[in-house]
C-alpha cells in the first residue's frame, strides 16, 4: 500500500486559489489517486479522481506529474465554506477499503 | 441527489450492552462499508460487504462485531458487547459495482454518521 505524505494544515483567505500537494513515492502503475474532503461531524466525500496528467471537475483540479511520486489538488478561489480535511488516498483500482491518513486541514480565513 | 442515510444521528449506551447502528445504502449500490472515526483520529476501514457476505475485514472487527442486509434497504452494524473504547463515529459508506476506467474507481458514497457514546 502506497504511503501518502502531506501537510497537516494549511491556511488561506477567501477568494485564492489553494494548492494541496501529497506524495507518494512508492505508488504502483495499478493506483489511482483520489482525494476527499470531510467536514466537522460528516463523512468524506469523493472530490476528484486520477491517474495521470491532469483531471478537472467542477469543484477541482488535480495535477499529476509523470513520474506520478506527488500530485497536488487545487481549489479554485475558496470559500469559508472550503473549511475542511483534505485526504489524499492511493490505491489500486479494484480496491474496496479506502485507507485515510491524517489529510490537511484546510483553514480558509475570511 | 441520492444519499447514504444513517440512524441513530447519536447513540448513548452503558459498556457491556449491545448496540445496533443502521444505515439505508444509496438503492441501486452493491457495495457496503463501515468505517469508524474516533474523535481526533483517522478514519478506519472496518468492514466490506458484497453479495449478502464479508469481503474484506480489518483487525478492528472482532468477533464482537457483525453486519447484516435484513431486507434489501438497510445494512447494520451491530456491536455485542460495547466497550469504552468503541466510542467514535461510525460511518456507513456504499458504492456502485466494480467501476470503470472511464469512471470513479470505487468512489464511495458516505452517511452523516452515527456518533456512539459508551459510558
Known amino acids: 500500500l502506497a504511503k501518502t505524505t502531506q501537510p497537516i494544515s494549511m491556511d488561506s483567505y477567501e477568494g485564492q486559489e489553494v494548492n494541496i500537494t501529497c506524495s507518494h513515492n512508492?505508488?504502483?502503475?495499478?493506483?489511482?489517486i483520489t482525494w476527499y474532503q470531510q467536514f466537522p461531524s460528516q463523512g468524506p466525500r469523493f472530490i476528484i479522481q486520477g491517474y495521470k496528467t491532469k483531471v478537472t471537475n467542477e469543484v477541482a483540479s488535480l495535477f499529476i506529474p509523470a513520474d506520478r511520486k506527488s500530485s497536488t489538488l487545487s481549489l479554485p478561489r475558496v470559500s469559508l465554506s472550503d473549511t475542511a480535511v483534505y485526504y489524499c488516498?492511493?490505491?489500486?483500482?479494484?480496491?474496496?477499503?479506502?485507507?485515510f491518513g491524517s489529510g490537511t486541514q484546510l483553514t480558509v480565513l475570511p | 441527489e441520492p444519499e447514504v442515510t444513517q440512524t441513530p444521528s447519536h447513540q448513548v449506551t452503558q459498556m457491556g450492552q449491545e448496540v445496533i447502528l443502521r444505515c439505508v445504502p444509496i438503492?441501486?449500490?452493491?457495495?457496503f462499508y463501515w468505517y469508524r472515526q474516533i474523535l481526533g483520529q483517522k478514519v478506519e476501514f472496518l468492514v466490506s460487504f458484497y453479495n449478502n457476505e464479508i469481503s474484506e475485514k480489518s483487525e478492528i472487527f472482532d468477533d464482537q462485531f457483525s453486519v447484516e442486509r435484513p431486507d434489501g434497504s438497510n445494512f447494520t452494524l451491530k456491536i455485542r458487547s460495547t466497550k469504552l473504547e468503541d466510542s467514535a463515529m461510525y460511518f456507513c459508506?456504499?458504492?456502485?459495482?466494480?467501476?470503470?476506467?472511464?469512471?470513479?474507481?470505487?468512489?464511495?458514497?458516505f452517511g452523516p454518521g452515527t456518533r456512539l457514546t459508551v459510558l
Open positions: 438503492s441501486n449500490h452493491l457495495y
Open positions: 488516498l492511493v490505491g489500486t483500482f479494484a480496491a474496496r477499503q479506502l485507507t
Open positions: 459508506a456504499s458504492s456502485a459495482e466494480g467501476g470503470t476506467r472511464t469512471s470513479s474507481y470505487n468512489e464511495q458514497f
Open positions: 512508492n505508488i504502483a502503475t495499478n493506483d489511482y
